[in-house]
């Protein structure tokens, strides 16, 4: 599966906690990251994740491009309780591409627990289904 991460700066260390704490579930999946956040997480947790840009040099962006074309599967996108003008937009937008492509998305602690449970589970093996990226890898295309 394809998991993407972003965090803002006030949920950083709640990002790595949690990465920390389900690096065993986590490591059997392709992460990308915003920067910033990647290599917050690839240093407390160990996990080997590819680094887009920062978020506000558009990594979010190359986030939502990801998801635009059904190459994401989850995204975990921890953000601040009091979002500054100058993300909500983008924060929108990313949600709303998520609703629009079926992409589960936790934006806090419990629903992260939920989805990366049920990532473990198998529960959310149908997005296999619609992400052409994990069809192309798996017949060894990509």
């Not at 680094?51 to 979010?60: F, H, V």
């Not at 806090?108 to 473990?120: I, K, P, S, W």
């Not at 149908?126 to 052409?132: G, Q, S, Y």
């Amino acid at each position: 599966m394809e998991i993407a991460l972003i965090a803002d700066d006030g949920k950083k260390e709640l990002m790595a906690q949690f990465c920390i704490a389900y690096s065993g579930i986590l490591s059997k999946h392709h992460i990308c990251a915003t920067q910033t956040t990647g290599k917050y997480v690839k240093d407390a947790a160990d996990l080997d994740i590819e680094m887009l840009m920062a978020g506000s040099t558009g990594g979010c962006e190359q986030i939502q491009s990801r998801i635009s074309f059904n190459e994401i599967d989850v995204l975990f996108f921890f953000r601040d309780t009091e979002p500054a003008e100058r993300h909500s937009a983008m924060q929108q937008d990313m949600l709303r591409l998520c609703d629009v492509y079926s992409v589960p998305v936790a934006t806090n602690l419990a629903t992260a627990e939920v989805l990366v449970m049920a990532l473990d589970r198998g529960e959310l093996d149908w997005r296999k289904l619609v992400n052409p990226y994990l069809l192309r890898r798996s017949k060894g295309i990509d």
